[in-house]
T-cell receptor, first 113, second 114 residues
């Protein structure tokens, strides 16, 4: 079975600074997708960024980028120029052949002034 | 385009009762998935429907069931409610079942069982 591990329950960053959230996963599949979702207090899960395993180039979406290390099964999220609106729970997720998402336990990110 | 709509937003039920939650996907989306979110277990996959057929099921007891209608709207039902069923239930939709179709989530239904 696939597992996703987020080892940082909580993190804090000052506005305009950069923060990196960690995620590791375990799988025996060779073709899969990885995602970072954001869940603000409104409860809606919002897709932040996704990475296809067969693509070596790290995905980037504006201020959000990932460091995908396939051999190490690591998938970290970097948020640059942090904004107050980035305050939320961040979930790392995996999907393989089963077409369902397996989520990590989440990292609560607080952006402060 | 309207997002994924879940109703109701909040529910309070008593142990032993049953409950039905509703999910209207984004227009044109044919795949609907359900997830349970609790502080203890985190986010867990319940089931997925595509073209009115259950395509995938998570590790939940038979008290949890669902269905999808011809207009892609979906309902999930929980019978004989237990205290441990208290959770946020999230619905997500996508165009297709393949992994390249990103999931769009609703705001969830918060179920409290007393």
């Amino acid at each position: 079975a696939q597992t996703v591990t987020q080892s940082q329950p909580e993190m804090s960053v000052q506005e305009a600074e950069t923060v990196t959230l960690s995620c590791t996963y375990d799988t025996s599949e060779s073709n899969y997708y990885l995602f970072w979702y954001k869940q603000p207090p409104s409860r809606q899960m919002i897709l932040v960024i996704r990475q296809e395993a067969y693509k070596q180039q790290n995905a980037t979406e504006n201020r959000f980028s990932v460091n995908f290390q396939k051999a190490a099964k690591s998938f970290s999220l970097k948020i640059s120029d942090s904004q107050l609106g980035d305050t939320a729970m961040y979930f790392c997720a995996y999907t393989g052949t089963a077409s369902k998402l397996t989520f990590g336990t989440g990292t609560r990110l607080q952006v402060t002034l | 385009k309207a997002g994924v709509t879940q109703t109701p937003r909040y529910l309070i039920k008593t142990r032993g009762q049953q409950v039905t939650l509703s999910c209207s996907p984004i227009s044109g989306h044919r795949s609907v998935s359900w997830y349970q979110q609790t502080p203890g277990q985190g986010l867990q996959f319940l089931f997925e429907y595509f073209s009115e057929t259950q395509r995938n099921k998570g590790n939940f007891p038979g008290r949890f069931s669902g269905r999808q209608f011809s207009n892609s709207r979906s309902e999930m039902n929980v019978s004989t409610l237990e205290l441990g069923d208290s959770a946020l239930y999230l619905c997500a939709s996508s165009y297709f079942r393949d992994r390249n179709s990103p999931l769009h989530f609703g705001n969830g239904t918060r179920l409290t069982v007393t």
